[in-house]
């Protein structure tokens, strides 16, 4: 008796050993792709739905146009703790990636994978495009990532121990995740659906899963009475970006960018594997439709590609386990040539599409590359070049017009540049029509005098009295971005030929 409690205490130690090895590993691989974002996310600068984001976490609510009030509040932190500082605002999205990479790896061990399995769940999941991406700015798609792969990891718990304890887990990063992205909505019909067409649906007759659903509900309750009082402007703001996206063609191209940037494309087996097990296997079989049920949905409404990437590190960690299992059956040989073409396909894929999307120089050819194939980074350019713009404009009007002249901005992205960086210039803050700046009003009393950004020749001289072409608005860099090739030029303008509370009403902005 007490030979065997010695052996299966060792055993225990060995297991805990391993473990804690596997852990410390999955960790090493985290740890070190976020090292390599610290290091260069602060090489250019603010991306035009940053600023939007900082300008919001100025105005801490309980909803925004744009997006629930999760993302700016983290912001809100980050300004107190790092103030203006690309690399501690973006820190918080480098942690929730990080946090990303090693719960795949969690998944692949609770599904049975041992450390090959753990690592190349890891590993898959780092090196896809759009988990690069999500490091190099703080976007809600950042934290909406995190929150879709914990809830995996949770599904796996509650159906492995299957203890129903774990509902209230789930529920409560539901809520959270409804007070990050809606399409957190379409996960959440994914999760029910997987729950009633398999034998999962035996957690519905459990208070635990009831009071899971109570948690998430009111933990997303306050957006959801904010929505109430302003009439859910989020629903119309999304109505009308998603009819803009199809008709200029965003949405096309949905499932073919599964393959190509929501993963890696040499983990495209693993994945496609992962949903195969998943169906063939009667106790995970909940996570196969937690993929195909908001597939089906966003394909049918014309989504965005992107909405989805984070339903494949849950499907990666099974096709690595079973990838695993189906290269131990190999001899030594074959096993050595398959994970060396695998891992080595692997980086190489990860290092071609993190050139396009990590801002790895500030010079040479490598920027070059990067500015020409990725949209979103030449988007980090020129901010501070329009602010000083606007600030020279604004010193170069007389005395009596300087003292009272306000910046009117055209779009979110200047009207965060110029609440943000423009105190740095001695600027007011922005009069913006666009998206919750629009609530904030315009200030009172009105100002005789506007200097007016991100406005044609055109609009400005319909819009408002007395115009006049008063600067330009470019970059050090020569980057053609929206800023300097859509709308380079600033105007100084009287006011709004109608009065005002009927220009803001008729002017009203979704960006």
């Given at each position: ?54 300008s ?21 932190i ?25 719960v795949?790896?969690?998944?692949a ?19 896809a ?68 067409l ?25 957006n ?12 119309h ?51 196969a ?85 990725n ?45 943000i ?9 922005p ?64 006011g ?6 009927e ?5 009203q902005?979704?960006?």
């Open positions: 008796m007490n030979t065997e409690q010695t052996l299966s205490g060792d055993g225990l130690a060995t297991a805990g050993s391993q473990s804690r090895a596997d852990t410390a590993m999955l960790l090493g691989i985290a740890g070190a792709v976020a090292l390599v974002h610290v290091l260069t996310n602060s090489r250019y600068g603010f991306h035009r739905d940053e600023l939007q984001t900082l919001d976490a100025l105005h801490l609510d309980w909803g925004f146009v744009a997006y629930p009030p999760f993302t700016p509040f983290v912001e809100r980050s300004l107190g703790l790092f103030g203006i500082s690309l690399l501690g605002l973006r820190l918080f999205a480098v942690i929730a990636q990080a946090l990303v990479i090693v795949a790896g969690l998944m061990r609770e599904l049975g994978g041992g450390r090959l399995a753990q690592a190349t769940a890891a590993l898959a999941t780092a090196l495009p759009l988990a690069l991406f999500e490091s190099t700015e703080f976007q809600y798609t950042t934290f909406d990532y995190l929150w879709w792969v914990l809830i995996a990891y949770f599904v796996i718990r509650l159906l492995k121990t299957e203890d129903p304890r774990w509902c209230l887990a789930i529920g409560a990063t539901v809520g959270v995740g409804l007070l990050t992205k809606y399409t957190m909505c379409f996960y959440v019909a994914g999760i029910l659906g997987g729950l009633a398999t034998q999962a649906r035996r957690f519905l007759r459990s208070g635990w899963f009831w009071g899971g659903m109570a948690l998430a509900f009111v933990i997303c309750l306050p959801l009475m904010w929505q109430v009082r302003h009439d859910f402007i989020s629903y703001f999304l109505h009308h970006i998603h009819v803009r996206d199809v008709g200029e063609g965003r949405a096309e191209g949905f499932l073919y960018q599964q393959f190509r940037i929501c993963t890696n494309l040499f983990a495209v087996p693993l994945w496609i594997a992962g949903l195969i097990c998943f169906f063939r296997d009667r106790r995970y079989r909940m996570l439709w937690m993929y195909v049920i908001p597939l089906a949905l966003f394909a049918v409404s014309k989504a965005r590609f992107y909405y989805l990437g984070a339903a494949y590190p849950m499907l990666i960690a099974m096709g690595a386990v079973a990838g695993e299992r189906w290269a131990a059956t190999l001899s030594r040989a074959w096993r050595r040539t398959v994970e060396g073409v695998f891992f080595t396909g692997l980086a190489a894929c990860g290092l071609y599409f993190g050139a396009m999307i990590i801002p790895f120089a500030s010079s040479g050819p490598l920027r070059e590359f990067a500015l020409k194939n949209g979103d980074m030449r988007e980090q350019i020129g901010w501070d070049d329009l602010v000083k713009a606007v600030a020279g404009v604004r010193d170069s009007l007389p005395a009596e017009q300087r003292e009272g002249a306000r910046v009117l901005v055209g779009n979110y992205g200047e009207g965060g540049a110029i609440e960086l423009g105190p740095a210039y001695h600027l007011p803050p009069i913006s029509l666009t998206n919750s700046a629009w609530f904030r009003g315009y200030p009172m009393p009105p100002p005789a005098t506007l200097i007016v950004v991100g406005w044609s020749r055109e609009q400005a001289q319909e819009t408002f009295t007395s115009c006049r072409l008063a600067g330009h608005n470019g970059n050090r860099y020569g980057v053609k971005n929206e800023e300097s090739g859509d709308h380079p030029d600033i105007f100084v303008c009287g709004p030929r109608e009065p005002w509370p220009f803001w009403k008729d002017h902005r979704f960006g």
